[in-house]
């Protein structure tokens, strides 16, 4: 879609249309009796900026795989304001979470996107799996795809770019994965990924993690108990679900997690702007 003479959504605008989607994703999970929580720089934003982090501009949340599976089947069978995207639901979609994406926007990708997967302003929607009875099974089976899961990230890039947040000396790995990524198709990548992994009941391993989150080079595995409880914590001038061991699963993750970064690091990790449709 041509952007020429529309006008770039404000970063105040871009928020306001993310918390709208997930204003009714809460809805729709309260009514379904759906456990989320808010994820990553989310969750964080909300425990130590009390809403978005002020250079971010995503939301994320996750979900244990059956109650994340049932959403996406809810919102398959019912009308919903926004447009659920998933690798179900189209074959150009090249990640391993859904989006829930409004369609009155439009998003224009420098380097993201390579199947050209139709999007507008979204909130990410993670699920969380079983990988294990001690965090070395857990470690092992993870690490079943990580090539594989490295291919995908490349295999969605348009073109190769610098990573604004990595080390200089991973480029010429990146680099690789970005020529070798240009053999396959997502989608077959998704298919060959998701057959390493045997559908088991969640919680029948002692821990869990995200297969497809950007912090998937730290991952440390929670808990599966992590999930047995939520609160309510405050995010912007609105109210969200949250693991109740938020504390614990943060510190894993990010360490001391109430320390600002150093200020060169203070960027946000995605490459596109978005526009209204109808202006």
């Not at 348009?158 to 680099?175: D, H, L």
């Not at 390493?196 to 912090?215: D, H, I, N, Q, R």
């Not at 061991?245 to 970064?261: A, K, S």
Request: net charge neutral; charged share 30%; hydrophobic share 35%.
């Amino acid at each position: 879609m041509a952007c020429e003479n529309m006008r770039e959504l404000s970063m105040e605008e871009l928020r306001a249309i993310q918390m709208n989607i997930l204003d009714e994703i809460h809805n729709i999970c309260e009514e379904q009796g759906l456990g989320y929580s808010l994820f990553a720089g989310t969750l964080l934003g909300a425990v130590r900026h009390k809403g978005f982090i002020p250079w971010d501009d995503d939301l994320d949340i996750f979900m244990p795989r059956p109650d994340y599976e049932k959403l996406i089947q809810y919102c398959m069978e019912h009308k919903t304001s926004f447009r659920l995207v998933c690798s179900k639901t189209d074959k150009t979609y090249g990640y391993l979470f859904a989006k829930a994406v409004d369609d009155s926007t439009f998003i224009v990708e420098d380097v993201a996107n390579r199947g050209g997967a139709q999007m507008g302003v979204f909130v990410d929607i993670f699920p969380v799996d079983s990988f294990g009875d001690t965090p070395e099974e857990a470690q092992k089976n993870y690490d079943k795809s990580t090539f594989l899961r490295e291919l995908l990230v490349a295999a969605n890039w348009k073109k190769y770019f610098r990573n604004k947040t990595r080390k200089w000396y991973y480029e010429p790995i990146r680099f690789a994965f970005f020529v070798l990524s240009r053999f396959f198709s997502v989608n077959k990548l998704i298919t060959k990924i998701e057959a390493k992994y045997p559908a088991e009941e969640f919680g029948s391993k002692k821990y869990v993690a995200t297969l497809g989150s950007s912090y998937r080079k730290k991952r440390k595995f929670d808990e599966a108990s992590l999930f047995d409880e939520y609160v309510d914590l405050q995010f912007e001038d609105r109210v969200y679900k949250a693991v109740k061991n938020y504390d614990e699963h943060l510190t894993r993750v990010f360490g001391n997690y109430m320390q600002l970064p150093p200020e060169k690091d203070r960027v946000t990790h995605h490459y596109f702007k978005a526009y209204y449709k109808d202006k």
